[in-house]
């Protein structure tokens, strides 16, 4: 038997899912054995991929958070191309089996698949209903725009139906590149980097107005932060906050947590032409590293197969809320009764694929993209201390950030 290591990111229930799928496609076969590692949080499994592949021992799979895009394809002889694994291990890639967002943003500009949409997502509003009651907020309209959500959140923490109204994961993601997309507004320019180096305009005057209204909630104890990833999640699932964005890959652990909650689209701001847009996939993708041997090849090539078949994608979907990555799994999931039984189950596909893409909502790629997120990241916790203004942080973000693309290109 050859071994087939996995390194992820995966907690809660999203490594219950792994564990489930490693082992289903482990009794499936016997000439391989997948062997999920977990590595930490999505930062910390690139990091430990990075140093591992300098010291000529990187796994044989990696789960690279979409941002890590950038910094994998300009990684050059480290990986193989998904699509080559495939080919060569008797396979074929079919992309047009595939949602299209998803595999627009893990392909070369030629159309070479390079690594395995895995988990993709989307961000969505979380709410529990119990605190929306005691609230006297409407159970069953969860806010649709940012100040909707403003209100809801003031609402429920001078009410005293919870002490905090609201809290975020992923200040970069949601409200930032998400943000972006969803209200049609440039990121950066060339496409949001898409089509060349980015410039970031994230201290255009829509994210001060959003990231000044952030910092207004969390000085009146309104807001709460919980973290640079997931960690908000938890802030949540407790019940110590009302209303949560989150990935629509939080749902498993919002599920298992037993709280009465409802769904949402990703808020807009209602000042913003023609939002909503259209939200850019998020979540994470398998990478196959370079330099291994043939044998392992073709097992992960007959991994990534069993991994896109309908009822393993199905499952991944609905136990997960991370979206079904073929049309095929999709489909099958409409055909049975799961998103009647489950309000807001389909809203992540809808808010990503209801419009055709403009070039502010194709999705965002820099080469060294996790470290403008760190960038971003100091500067709003400095601006949600009380240090500095939105538009300070805003500014100080996208002239540090674009100081650091300059650095990385080496302009
Ligand atoms: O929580 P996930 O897996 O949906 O990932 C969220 C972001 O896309 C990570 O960059």
């Given at each position: 038997q050859t071994e087939i290591s996995w390194w992820h990111a995966m907690t809660g229930a999203n490594a219950e899912v792994v564990e489930k799928i490693a082992g289903d496609f482990n009794a499936s076969q016997s000439d391989y054995v997948v062997k999920p590692v977990f590595k930490g949080t999505y930062p910390e499994t690139l990091n430990a991929g990075i140093a591992a592949f300098r010291a000529g021992q990187a796994p044989d799979i990696m789960q690279v958070f979409d941002v890590g895009t950038g910094v994998m394809m300009g990684a050059g002889g480290a990986i193989v191309p998904v699509g080559k694994v495939l080919a060569d291990g008797g396979f074929t890639f079919d992309k047009s089996q595939y949602l299209p967002g998803i595999v627009g943003y893990y392909s070369t500009p030629e159309g070479e698949m390079l690594s395995f949409p895995y988990n993709s997502s989307s961000p969505i509003l979380y709410y529990n209903k119990d605190i929306f009651e005691k609230a006297g907020l409407d159970v069953n309209a969860p806010p649709q725009t940012w100040a909707e959500v403003w209100a809801a959140a003031r609402k429920i923490k001078e009410s005293g139906a919870a002490t905090c109204g609201y809290t975020s994961t992923w200040l970069t993601w949601i409200h930032t590149e998400n943000f972006a997309a969803w209200n049609n507004v440039s990121w950066a320019t060339n496409e949001?980097?898409?089509?060349?180096?980015?410039?970031?305009?994230?201290?255009?005057?829509?994210?001060?107005?959003?990231?000044?209204?952030?910092?207004?909630?969390?000085?009146?104890?309104?807001?709460?932060?919980?973290?640079?990833?997931?960690?908000?999640?938890?802030?949540?699932?407790?019940?110590?906050?009302?209303?949560?964005?989150?990935?629509?890959?939080?749902?498993?652990?919002?599920?298992?947590?037993?709280?009465?909650?409802?769904?949402?689209?990703?808020?807009?701001?209602?000042?913003?032409?023609?939002?909503?847009?259209?939200?850019?996939?998020?979540?994470?993708?398998?990478?196959?590293?370079?330099?291994?041997?043939?044998?392992?090849?073709?097992?992960?090539?007959?991994?990534?197969?069993?991994?896109?078949?309908?009822?393993?994608?199905?499952?991944?979907?609905?136990?997960?809320?991370?979206?079904?990555?073929?049309?095929?799994?999709?489909?099958?999931?409409?055909?049975?009764?799961?998103?009647?039984?489950?309000?807001?189950?389909?809203?992540?596909?809808?808010?990503?694929?209801?419009?055709?893409?403009?070039?502010?909502?194709?999705?965002?790629?820099?080469?060294?993209?996790?470290?403008?997120?760190?960038?971003?990241?100091?500067?709003?916790?400095?601006?949600?201390?009380?240090?500095?203004?939105?538009?300070?942080?805003?500014?100080?973000?996208?002239?540090?950030?674009?100081?650091?693309?300059?650095?990385?290109?080496?302009?």
């Open positions: 949001n980097g898409l089509a060349g180096t980015p410039e970031l305009k994230i201290d255009g005057p829509l994210f001060v107005k959003h990231f000044q209204e952030l910092a207004d909630l969390a000085k009146e104890g309104v807001f709460v932060y919980g973290g640079r990833t997931s960690e908000a999640k938890q802030n949540f699932t407790s019940g110590e906050c009302g209303i949560l964005t989150e990935s629509s890959g939080g749902l498993g652990d919002v599920v298992k947590s037993g709280i009465n909650y409802g769904i949402g689209k990703l808020p807009y701001d209602e000042t913003a032409e023609g939002a909503p847009q259209n939200t850019t996939p998020g979540g994470a993708s398998l990478w196959v590293m370079a330099g291994k041997s043939d044998e392992v090849y073709k097992g992960v090539a007959t991994f990534f197969n069993y991994l896109s078949q309908t009822e393993v994608q199905q499952f991944l979907h609905e136990q997960s809320g991370y979206l079904p990555v073929t049309m095929a799994a999709y489909e099958a999931t409409k055909a049975t009764d799961f998103y009647e039984k489950n309000p807001g189950r389909e809203t992540p596909i809808l808010q990503m694929s209801g419009k055709p893409p403009t070039e502010n909502s194709k999705g965002v790629r820099a080469p060294n993209l996790p470290q403008l997120r760190d960038i971003q990241n100091e500067e709003y916790e400095k601006m949600l201390a009380g240090q500095q203004t939105a538009e300070e942080a805003l500014k100080n973000a996208a002239t540090r950030g674009n100081a650091a693309i300059r650095e990385a290109v080496g302009g």
